[in-house]
């Protein structure tokens, strides 16, 4: 039996896979896309489509009401690197769309919300390796701000008006369908287009940048888990930390060479590297597997065989 899920941002990077996926599991009609503009081809041709700004409350809520919308997925934000450059805007449009949202499920206008935060929500006092849950956080980028203070609200909002609002904090993502845009972790995904085109890449961080990172197939099994397990069992309403796997970019550029012999990698580390140098190395998500049973299935090894394949036949 279907049920009506909305996706705020489905052109993205994570809104492409996670659509597509949601419209597999509880059919193509139940499952709206909503974007600023259009998406790719999959995507437009496969279910209905809406196109949305996700700050603007009023036709969000036509959106919901016109659809019967039960359940919102807001995955429009704008990332660290971007975010860097254009602050307001960017504290804008991650705030406005999140009170959006959570406002919506304060009226009991839909149900269940998911909204993703990030591995950015840390900073350079949070402990760097195995970084747990509940720790120092202090965020030093306006993206990490904005994702921390969203936290915040989102726990806010559970408890003092029982809105069922889930979160993950997710690490970098490795995907090939749709480009992630103004991330600081983008080199993890930019290195295998360029690999498979020119065979090299300069890469924008030190080859020794450890990051947490996961394959996107990973990530959209966490979030569609998360949001069907039992509400009872979540202890967390701020947000999960994940975790799969922890490399630098030297990591990644051998794991390429078996497939591609002559890769090449030279480093010209700019303005990204202090963000990624504020950033934990490796997460602990033991809550994650202890309250809705996460385990990852992608290493990078893993990774890099399903992106040269799928990137080689696109
Ligand atoms: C970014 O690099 O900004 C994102 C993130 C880790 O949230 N990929």
């Not at 597999?24 to 279910?47: F, N, Q, T």
């Not at 993206?143 to 809105?163: A, M, N, P, Q």
């Not at 990591?251 to 078996?258: D, H, R, T, V």
């Not at 990204?272 to 309250?291: C, E, H, V, Y």
Request: aromatic share 12%; net charge negative; with cysteine.
């Amino acid at each position: 039996m279907g049920k009506s899920i909305l996706i705020l941002g489905a052109c993205g990077q994570i809104g492409t896979e996670l659509t597509l996926e949601l419209r597999k599991k509880y059919g193509d009609h139940d499952v709206v896309a909503s974007d600023i503009r259009e998406g790719g081809s999959d995507l437009m041709a496969s279910g209905p489509f809406e196109l949305l700004d996700a700050t603007n409350y009023a036709a969000i809520e036509d959106v919901v009401m016109h659809y019967e919308i039960e359940e919102v997925y807001l995955m429009a934000a704008m990332l660290s690197a971007t975010a860097e450059k254009f602050p307001t805007r960017a504290w804008n449009l991650n705030m406005s769309s999140l009170f959006n949202v959570l406002n919506l499920g304060k009226e009991k206008k839909i149900d269940k919300i998911f909204w993703p935060s990030s591995i950015a929500v840390f900073g350079p006092n949070t402990p760097k390796e195995n970084t747990p849950q509940n720790t120092v956080m202090e965020p030093s980028t306006v993206y990490g701000i904005s994702k921390l203070s969203g936290e915040r609200w989102c726990e806010y909002y559970h408890k003092k008006f029982g809105v069922d609002v889930r979160s993950i904090r997710y690490p970098g993502l490795i995907s090939w369908k749709t480009a992630p845009g103004g991330g600081t972790t983008d080199y993890a995904v930019e290195i295998y287009h360029e690999a498979l085109k020119h065979g090299k890449y300069s890469c924008f961080l030190e080859p020794d940048t450890f990051l947490p990172m996961m394959y996107i197939d990973d990530a959209i099994r966490a979030t569609i888990t998360l949001m069907e397990y039992n509400s009872g069992n979540l202890t967390i309403r701020s947000s999960y930390n994940l975790a799969a796997m922890s490399f630098s970019p030297h990591e990644i550029a051998q794991s390429i060479e078996p497939h591609i012999p002559d890769f090449k990698m030279d480093y010209t580390p700019d303005f990204r590297q202090q963000i990624a140098d504020s950033w934990p190395g490796s997460i602990d998500d033991a809550f994650a597997r202890k309250d809705w049973g996460w385990t990852p299935k992608f290493d990078l090894a893993a990774t890099t065989k399903e992106m040269l394949k799928h990137l080689e036949e696109k």
